[in-house]
């Protein structure tokens, strides 16, 4: 037996409906499976509705190039312009700029429940952005190589 694939974190599943998050933290993982695939674990906060307001949500986002869609989409319903950013590779110190400047920003997510390998756990269908949130401009620092 691998314990290390078969011991998980308790965490709650949430019944199915959009929620208001806040992006208390994020980091760098790998996924569980042989591929080790990079990507980044979101750590938020539930603000809404008020029946889970302040516990705990974990979603993941891929860091290959088939995914970082959802990435973008994320950051964009965080309100972050990334509009005059070039392209850049995801180690990149301006990639992590971004991703630090949605830090405590709010955020919709659409959540359903599904069973992953006989567990039941809640996945994002979509986010949308909190439209009572103004647009920012992640801070770029000057001295990067690109």
Known sequence: MDWSKETGGDYEVYPEG?????????????????????????????????KYKGKPFTDHSA????????????VKAFGVDTSECPKMDTDHPVFEAIINACKERLVYANMTEETYNGKQ???????????HQAI????????VEW
Do not use: H, M
């Open 136 to 143: 920012i401009v992640p801070e770029i620092p000057k001295a």
């Open 63 to 74: 860091l290959t190039e088939a995914a970082l869609w959802r990435t973008a989409n994320l």
């Open 121 to 131: 756990n809640n996945k994002v269908g979509d986010y949308q952005p909190d439209s």
């Open 18 to 50: 959009t929620y208001q998050l806040r992006l208390n933290d994020w980091e760098r993982c790998e996924s569980k499976n042989e591929k080790k695939t990079k990507q980044i674990r979101w750590k938020f906060e539930i603000v809404s509705p008020d």
